[in-house]
């Protein structure tokens, strides 16, 4: 994506509220989306996600706020008039059409040429690859060709604005994992900007180019998916996204260039500054992956690349573990009796060196790799 294409806002969301019986299901939500982008909106059921999507559809009127799409207010203009199309979970396919028919459905609705009508509906047919499947009726694919056939029929309108609602929910892991690339690799040709709203952070992280992470009806967060994994603004977003680990202390030491945290498990040196005083309350958050661990006491060479001054080491047993073939997860419970998760690649075929339940373990990292929560 361009820079220049990237700094269009499109749509542009202001100060938006949905209220529902005196709940506040949307609070005040403001993001700019960026043209030809796939932008995801992250979060837990409730979150108010769906809420926000259907919004931009026009299904629900907001109770207070702007919807900008292409320099107009849209929140007074009805679904069938928005230049945006949806498409459902459930695919919403009509089983008593074919693929074909399913796909002109909405271009005879709005009186196209036949001619311009056939053109289309072979461009989306070539686009997903379904081309040969004109004649088949839903019921006569796979979950991943009704998908494909849901896409093309939402695209074949050619929408300013496409949104997804959880678009990969009904397939299996396998076929979801697969189709995933699939949707992205269609979106961006086409060119369409487009929201998509997922509870999957797999899918987010995969798909999105940015990832709006929700709770209670609020945007914690925007980012693109390394920046949300590896710099979360606070403890919800660490939580939330992949598997992470958060030590309660203390500041004790602050300088522009390094940090340092006391905390009931150890010292933690942290390779950065924070905005903060001394003594206030914080969570150091690690990722699983980032940590090393070994049955032998860390040498000094080993501790010195984690840290300059040998902290961010502690002590355990390994209480649980589970393998997933490329990895194994480890849970090491500490000697303060607080438990941390490990996650260590299973590099070699045979490990005479793997690590096994009730042993005693060093767990260290690297003070880059921390991420320090204050809020």
Same mark, same amino acid.
């Given at each position: ?68 799409? +292409? ?84 695209? +074949? ?219």
């Amino acid at each position: 994506m361009t820079p220049e294409r990237a700094a269009e806002p499109f749509p542009l969301i202001r100060n938006l509220v949905k209220d529902f019986d005196g709940v506040r299901a949307v609070n005040d939500v403001s993001v700019a989306i960026n043209k030809g982008e796939i932008f995801a909106l992250l979060g837990s059921s409730g979150c108010g996600k769906s809420t926000l999507l259907r919004m931009l559809a026009g299904f629900e009127t907001p109770t207070a706020g702007e919807i900008i799409l +292409a320099g107009q207010d849209i929140v007074g203009v009805p679904p069938y008039q928005r230049p945006i199309n949806m498409m459902f979970q459930s695919y919403a396919l009509f089983p008593h059409l074919s693929v074909w028919d399913n796909i002109a459905f909405g271009l005879r609705r709005d009186g196209l040429p036949k001619d311009e009508i056939a053109a289309r509906v072979e461009k989306m047919l070539a686009l997903v690859q379904l081309s040969e499947y004109g004649k088949r009726k839903p019921h006569q694919l796979s979950g991943g060709q009704q998908q494909r056939v849901a896409l093309a029929r939402s695209l +074949a309108k050619r929408p300013q604005l496409l949104l997804l609602d959880e678009p990969l929910g009904a397939l299996d892991k396998k076929l979801r994992e697969r189709t995933q690339m699939e949707l992205v690799s269609i979106i961006e040709e086409v060119g369409v900007t487009c929201v998509m709203v997922t509870h999957d952070q797999d899918e987010a992280m995969s798909m999105a180019t940015r990832i709006a992470v929700m709770s209670a009806g609020r945007i914690l967060q925007v980012g693109a998916p390394d920046e949300i994994y590896e710099t979360p603004n606070c403890r919800f977003v660490a939580d939330f996204i992949g598997s992470v680990n958060l030590l309660n202390g203390s500041v004790t030491e602050d300088e522009p260039d390094h940090v340092i945290i006391d905390s009931p498990e150890g010292r933690h040196y942290i390779t950065h500054g924070i905005t903060g005083t001394l003594g206030m309350p914080v969570a150091v958050a690690v990722r699983p992956e980032k940590i090393a661990v070994q049955a032998e006491a860390p040498t000094l060479e080993q501790r010195a690349n984690a840290s300059e001054h040998g902290y961010n080491c502690v002590q355990g047993t390994i209480t649980a573990l589970a393998y997933f073939g490329n990895e194994t997860l480890y849970h090491v419970q500490l000697d303060t009796g607080m438990s941390i998760k490990v996650s260590r690649t299973n590099a070699a075929r045979h490990d005479a060196a793997a690590l096994k339940r009730d042993q005693r373990v060093y767990a260290w990292w690297d003070g880059a790799d921390v991420v320090v929560l204050t809020s």
